[in-house]
């Protein structure tokens, strides 16, 4: 069946550092990919999507590639702030069904 | 509405009790679903309505959990004879038309069972 796997938690990091979060998948035919993010407090938000092989999804100064070959969709930022942090979730939607498979979470601090 | 709302927002019960969870999607949504989000773990599909049809239940964990739609709009999560594995928070999301790839999630139902 369908898989996510992502790193685990918890990331620390300093402000204004670079932040990857690994995620690759196991997957029939060609899903579409996401990043959510989940504030401290907050319900679930569609960070950024990728929907085919190549495709760059981008928001908020997070990017991920969407690699078929690798089967990957790593997330990253070039400069983190406090507010980024929070829990990140990589999930797949297989392109016949709607509904998500979701990785496990990353959890991601950011210090000043 | 503005965006997807759950109620009640924390629900405690006593193993073996009946729970109810309620979700209203943004209106003029046509897909609804439900997830469980265990602590510390990733959110996992629990069932789908498309409008009033229920389109796939394959992740309901048991016969305790049903879930209605009636009238394409408000959804119902149903758990009965609740046990303490079933303390999660419960997810909803919607979907305004099937070919859109995003869902939104409302703030989920902390459900605590005794």
């Known amino acids: 069946g369908d898989s996510v796997t992502q790193m685990e938690g918890p990331v620390t990091l300093s402000e204004e550092a670079f932040l990857t979060i690994n995620c690759t998948y196991t997957?029939?035919?060609?899903?579409?990919l996401f990043w959510y993010v989940q504030y401290p407090g907050e319900g679930l938000q569609l960070l950024l999507k990728?929907?085919?092989?190549?495709d760059k999804g981008s928001n908020k100064g997070f990017e991920a590639t969407y690699r078929k070959e690798t089967t990957s969709f790593h997330l990253e930022k070039g400069s983190v702030q406090v507010s980024d942090s929070a829990v990140y979730f990589c999930?797949?939607?297989?392109?016949?069904?709607?509904?998500?498979?979701f990785g496990g979470g990353t959890r991601v601090l950011v210090k000043p | 509405g503005a965006g997807v709302s759950q109620s009640p927002r924390y629900k405690v019960a006593k193993r073996g009790q009946d729970v109810a969870l309620r979700c209203d999607p943004i209106?003029?949504?046509?897909?609804l679903f439900w997830y469980q989000q265990a602590l510390g773990q990733g959110p996992e599909f629990l069932t789908y309505?498309?409008?009033?049809?229920?389109?796939?239940k394959s992740g309901l964990p048991s016969d305790r959990f049903f879930a209605e739609r009636p009238e394409g709009s408000v959804s119902t999560l149903k758990i009965q004879r609740t046990q303490q594995e079933d303390s999660a928070v419960y997810l909803c999301?919607?979907?305004?038309?099937?070919?859109?790839?995003?869902?939104?999630f409302g703030p989920g139902t902390r459900l605590t069972v005794l």
């Open positions: 999930a797949l939607r297989r392109a016949a069904g709607n509904k998500l498979t």
């Open positions: 997957a029939t035919g060609y899903p579409s």
């Open positions: 990728a929907t085919k092989a190549d």
């Open positions: 209106s003029g949504h046509v897909s």
């Open positions: 309505f498309q409008n009033e049809a229920q389109l796939d």
């Open positions: 999301a919607s979907i305004g038309t099937i070919s859109t790839d995003t869902q939104y």
